[in-house]
């Protein structure tokens, strides 16, 4: 009778001792169970850090609003955030480092080369991607999990194009672009192309590198040209580019695209521009009830800017898609995504198309002496 005994007791311990051992090796995400992790790819270091410091902050406002009103489905949200250290390759290793920590879903990157990076990797691990700012129309391309909450330079080209033709009544124009830069050169892109279809000429096409803060012999051409535009699709370097060239007498109107309205854009000399052009996703004088709850919410704690809405947007979306998706696994998710119609966002009303992109409107800015104002927005056709 005792090793009747003795056995079913060792087999007793035999089966708590093996429950134990699969609990342990069960993924950190069961004994993560009261959070929903989240990923943030942006960058941290490099020359993208500037500007990507507004759009890390507008993720962990949004997140901790969503937190304190009880989080999505009873848990919390924990925001993981991952420095891409401004280059590609750093993009892809951060989106490796965020799958390898079981991140339900990443918001980021911001430049359309990081986030060209990160798509391919995240589509094929089906892992739900919205990029706030990444205009480049091949980011969506990647798959059905990668979505963005911006216009694609496709829409932003065409609206560009027509407002240099028909608001600045331009004929000519010279195009200086990042030849580094997947993001400046599909702008160039789409603007030559539209531009010229509309009967005007691009005389010229300028290159540079990223890192270059001297642009004077790049822009010497433009002494004799004189365009009547001067398209510059860059990001923050562009500050430089329109300060140099009004210092060397150039009378071209000057036309930016998204890429402009950041911090470090005026600090490299934006602020010293007499007048300029650009297009944006939002402006605080938009007249709305989300961008007045917006700033009057966000100033409190951060500084409001363009930027800080769109990646507030593709927080909010995302964490919507999570509240709708009838179970928290990738799937769902990416089919809420999916199936987002006419969200109220604070850059405007948002739809998203079969592709992953958002059906929404372009702000046309105007700067007068180093401030820019509200000119007009642009609605999808």
């Known amino acids: 009778m005792s090793s009747i005994i003795t056995l079913h007791?060792?087999?007793?311990?035999l089966c708590f001792f093996l429950f134990?051992?699969?609990?342990?090796?069960?993924?950190?995400?069961?004994?993560?169970?009261?959070?929903?992790?989240?990923?943030?790819?942006?960058?941290?270091?490099?020359?993208?850090?500037?500007?990507?410091?507004?759009?890390?902050?507008?993720?962990?406002?949004?997140?901790?609003?969503?937190?304190?009103?009880?989080?999505?489905?009873?848990?919390?949200?924990?925001?993981?955030e991952y420095d891409n250290h401004s280059t590609p390759i750093q993009s892809l290793l951060a989106a490796k480092k965020a799958v390898k920590d079981d991140v339900l879903a990443v918001i980021g990157a911001s430049w359309s080369?990081?986030?060209?990076?990160?798509?391919?990797?995240?589509?094929?691990?089906?892992?739900?991607?919205?990029?706030?700012?990444?205009?480049?129309?091949?980011?969506?391309?990647?798959?059905?999990?990668?979505?963005?909450?911006?216009?694609?330079?496709?829409?932003q080209g065409k609206a560009l194009a027509k407002f240099a033709r028909e608001d600045l009544e331009a004929d000519t124009a010279v195009i200086v672009q990042n030849i580094t830069s997947d993001y400046s050169i599909g702008l160039t892109k789409v603007f030559m192309q539209q531009f010229t279809a509309r009967g005007g000429k691009v005389t010229a096409v300028l290159n540079y590198k990223s890192d270059r803060v001297d642009f004077k012999g790049v822009l010497m051409p433009l002494v004799q040209q004189m365009p009547d535009v001067l398209f510059v699709p860059g990001h923050a370097e562009s500050g430089y580019v329109v300060r140099q060239a009004q210092e060397m007498g150039i009378q071209a109107k000057l036309l930016g695209g998204d890429g402009w309205p950041y911090r470090q854009f005026y600090a490299n000399g934006g602020r010293d521009l007499q007048e300029g052009y650009y297009s944006a996703h939002w402006n605080k004088a938009l007249d709305t009830e989300k961008t007045r709850d917006f700033i009057s919410q966000y100033k409190k704690i951060y500084e409001v800017t363009d930027f800080a809405s769109i990646s507030y947007d593709a927080s909010m979306i995302l964490f919507d898609a999570i509240r709708r998706a009838k179970s928290l696994d990738r799937q769902a998710i990416r089919d809420a995504l999916a199936t987002t119609r006419n969200f109220e966002g604070v850059t405007g009303k948002i739809t998203m198309d079969d592709n992953g992109d958002p059906i929404k409107q372009v702000v046309m800015m105007k700067i007068t002496e180093g401030r820019p104002v509200l000119l007009k927005t642009v609605q999808p056709d």
């Open 113 to 155: 080369s990081h986030s060209l990076a990160m798509a391919p990797y995240l589509q094929k691990m089906q892992v739900p991607m919205i990029a706030p700012d990444s205009t480049h129309p091949d980011v969506t391309n990647a798959g059905d999990f990668i979505f963005r909450a911006c216009f694609t330079d496709d829409f």
């Open 20 to 80: 134990m051992t699969l609990l342990w090796w069960q993924p950190l995400s069961v004994w993560a169970s009261d959070w929903i992790k989240v990923a943030a790819v942006y960058a941290k270091s490099g020359e993208a850090a500037e500007d990507n410091l507004e759009l890390f902050e507008a993720v962990r406002f949004a997140t901790e609003q969503v937190n304190a009103q009880g989080g999505l489905h009873g848990k919390k949200i924990k925001l993981l």
């Open 9 to 13: 007791s060792g087999r007793v311990l």
